[in-house]
């Protein structure tokens, strides 16, 4: 069993999409992978179950279900006992999702996503 080697154990997930890749329906892939440490421990990627309307859209969906799988892999480590003592980041590539993610304001052309996607957006002001 893997027990935490302390203070450099590090905790990091990494999304993305594949934007209308799809070329009958339309929809775009997510992709997000988590590392700890230095190994991967778990990762995925799935045709997303709505069709999104931009590249922004499909990296929010995307960074909604990393974080759902972000906070569902911390309770695993902790139960456990192995989990990072610092917060677990995760990278997003595109920059207006970054900034819908951060800025609840930011959402005035972006009011159609789904409620459920706005998870990711919850979740990083609950956890910063």
Same mark, same amino acid.
């Given at each position: 069993?893997?027990?935490? /080697? /302390?203070?450099?154990? $590090? +905790?990091? /997930? ?21 590392? =700890?440490?230095?190994? @991967? ?29 972000? @906070? ?7 139960? =456990?006992?192995?989990?990072? $003592?610092?917060?677990?980041? +995760? ?6 999702? #970054?900034?819908? @993610?951060?800025?609840? *304001?930011?959402?005035?052309?972006? $009011?159609? #996503?789904? @409620? $459920?996607?706005?998870?990711?957006? *919850? ?6």
């Amino acid at each position: 069993m893997y027990k935490s /080697g /302390g203070s450099n154990s $590090k +905790l990091q /997930g990494f999304s993305d999409s594949d934007y209308a890749s799809d070329t009958e329906t339309r929809r775009s892939t997510t992709g997000y992978a988590f590392c =700890l440490s230095n190994g @991967i421990v778990t990762w995925s990627s799935q045709r997303q179950k709505l069709v999104t309307l931009s590249t922004t859209d499909a990296e929010y969906v995307a960074a909604a279900a990393a974080a759902k799988e972000a @906070i569902w892999l911390r309770k695993l480590l902790n139960d =456990l006992g192995c989990l990072p $003592k610092t917060s677990t980041v +995760l990278r997003v590539d595109n920059q207006s999702a #970054i900034r819908l @993610i951060k800025n609840a *304001e930011f959402h005035k052309r972006t $009011k159609h #996503i789904d @409620i $459920k996607h706005h998870y990711v957006r *919850e979740t990083v002001g609950k956890y910063r």
